[in-house]
């Protein structure tokens, strides 16, 4: 074994266990706020080591399928960090392959989601597809981060002159995020129950325990939502600097937004329509709309104006 397939090696095991730890945190944490710690790794244990299909809730945890599930979980990872580590090695000999890394990481966020679906339906539903999800993303963050300390020119590659557009969609994202979340305690507040809106959205849709996990959980999951939306849009209005015509996949993605939320609540829970005011939502979205269109036409003040010459040739 060469010396640089040792360092592959060992990079790739490094990540795999980084990534191990924070997904195995991040569900002990979950598992902490539900009142029941290990759960969540003692139900996967069960179900793969001795088919249990109907986990029983609150039945106390049994170390032995925690302990199996632990060393499966730590081993997965260690595999995918050691294949990760290799293309991204041969992504510093050949650029183009980094498309390959994309990929790689895009089929990590899913992969979990195909294992629980073939450990029984009873698994899924005890199983909130948001935690596997936010989980799989931070691992997926934190392996990257420690593979982007090890090759310094990794993060050029994979964003390149893109980089502008990622940070500028993230923040607007999170000026969304912030205003909705203010607009809503404002709301709770004057009717005399603060956080009332963020707890009735965390115990519908994220299935948390009423109290503060629900609030903390929806919040996090908010900020997320808000931080890709902005991403994408970020990226549309790059776009438009060269093409102003494509402002108009902007507005559409705006008023999509717009809709969005009250589609999810009519299909996922009708009734919050009867808890939530419809006209508080529709402005909570305008205001944050409003937010970070505002952040974002500051920092291309010229593309209204190639805007307005760009229909001025079409008439």
């Keep these: 074994m060469t010396a640089t397939e040792r360092s592959v090696l060992r990079e790739g095991i490094v990540a795999g266990v980084i990534g191990a730890v924070v997904v195995a945190v991040w569900f ?100 909130v597809w948001w935690e596997i999800l936010v989980a799989n993303l931070l691992a997926a963050t934190a392996m990257l981060w420690y593979f982007l300390l090890g090759h310094r020119s990794l993060p050029r590659t994979l964003v390149g002159s893109w980089a502008h557009v990622l940070r500028e969609g993230v923040v607007a994202g999170l000026i969304g995020a912030v205003v909705v979340a203010a607009w809503f305690l404002v709301i709770d507040a004057i009717q005399g129950e603060p956080f009332r809106t963020p707890h009735l959205l965390g115990t519908t849709f994220l299935k948390m325990q009423s109290g503060v996990p629900a609030v903390v959980a929806y919040s996090i999951v908010h900020g997320l939502a808000f931080g890709v939306f902005g991403v994408v849009a970020a990226v549309l209005l790059a776009g438009a ?65 190639r805007m307005t010459a760009a229909w001025a040739d079409d008439d």
């Design 28 to 127: 002990l944490v979950v598992d902490t706020l539900r009142g029941h710690p290990l759960e969540t790794p003692m139900f996967l244990g069960a179900a793969l080591f001795f088919g249990v299909k109907t986990p029983v809730i609150g039945a106390g945890i049994s170390l032995m399928p925690v302990l199996g599930y632990t060393v499966v979980h730590g081993l997965a990872f260690v595999a995918f960090g050691i294949i990760a580590a290799a293309v991204i090695a041969a992504t510093e000999r050949e650029p183009a392959l980094v498309i390959a890394v994309v990929i790689l990481f895009a089929c990590f966020e899913t992969f979990f989601l195909g294992v629980v679906s073939v450990l029984g339906r009873a698994v899924q539903d005890m199983l």
């Design 241 to 305: 600097e060269r093409e102003p015509m494509l402002v108009f996949a902007l507005v559409m993605l705006f008023t999509a937004f717009e809709i969005f939320f009250f589609g999810a609540i009519v299909i996922g829970a009708k009734w919050l329509l009867d808890e939530l005011a419809g006209w508080t939502i529709f402005v909570g979205n305008v205001l944050a709309s409003v937010a970070m269109l505002g952040y974002f036409f500051t920092g291309h003040r010229s593309l209204a104006r």
